[in-house]
C-alpha cells in the first residue's frame, strides 16, 4: 500500500490529467529529462530526492513542482558541510556521530540526531544561530532563520519527491543529506510563502472561495 503522501500526489497528478492531457505530456517530459540528467547541479536535484527505482510520473511531477517552488523563489536552501556521506539508516550510530560533529565541520551552530527506523522522519536538525537561506532565483528578498523557528525534519539517503513536496507544503522546513553527498541541506519555504499555503488550505477545508469566483482546488507546488 502506498504512503499517504504518495497516494496524495498521485491523485492529484490523475485529477490534473483528467482535466488537461497537457499535464501528462509535462510530467513525461519532466521523467525523460531527469533519466538523461538534464536538471542540474545533481547536488541540487538529490536535495529535493532520490528515488531508489525508477520513478513514476506522478513522481515526475511532484518532481516538477518543487523545481518550479526552488526558481520562483518559494524555496530556500543553504548546504551545510559534514565532511562524509550517509551510511544506510541501519548505521544508526555512525550516522548520529557525523551529525553530532555538524556544528564543528559546518561553521554553523545546530543541534542534530538520527534515529533511522521506520518513523516519519530520520531525526531533525535545529539551529542555535542565525543563518541565511539563498534563493536561486536571483530575488533581492532575503530569508533567515534562527533558533526562534521550528525544528528542520530531517531525511537521509533515498527519499521521494512527493514526500519532500509534502513535508515542505506542511511543515515548511526540511533538512536532507543524501546518498553520496558530504553536505546536509536545509530547505525552507519563506514565512510568507508558506503562511499563504496554509490560510488557502483553511479556506479549502471549510469550503470558502479563496477569490470569490470558486473554490480553489488542492494543487501542488
Known sequence: MPSIHVAANEQVFEELCAEDSAWLTLAAEVLQKLRKGFYGPEVVVDALGQNYMSPSLAEAYAFAQLWRMLWAGELAMVRLAIGREPLPDAEVNGNDGALQQLSKMSG?????QFWGGLADQDGFIRLEQTVRLELVNFSAQEVWDGPDGLEYPLEVGYQ??????????????????????????????????????????ALRVLGIPENGIGVVRARGG
Open 108 to 112: 554553523v551552530r545546530c543541534s542534530a
Open 160 to 201: 521521494l519527491w512527493s514526500k519532500t513536496l509534502h513535508v515542505l507544503r506542511t511543515h515548511g522546513k526540511l533538512a536532507r543529506w543524501p546518498y553520496g553527498s558530504k553536505d546536509v541541506f536545509l530547505m525552507m519555504v519563506p514565512r510568507e510563502v508558506h503562511d499563504h499555503w496554509q490560510a488557502s488550505l
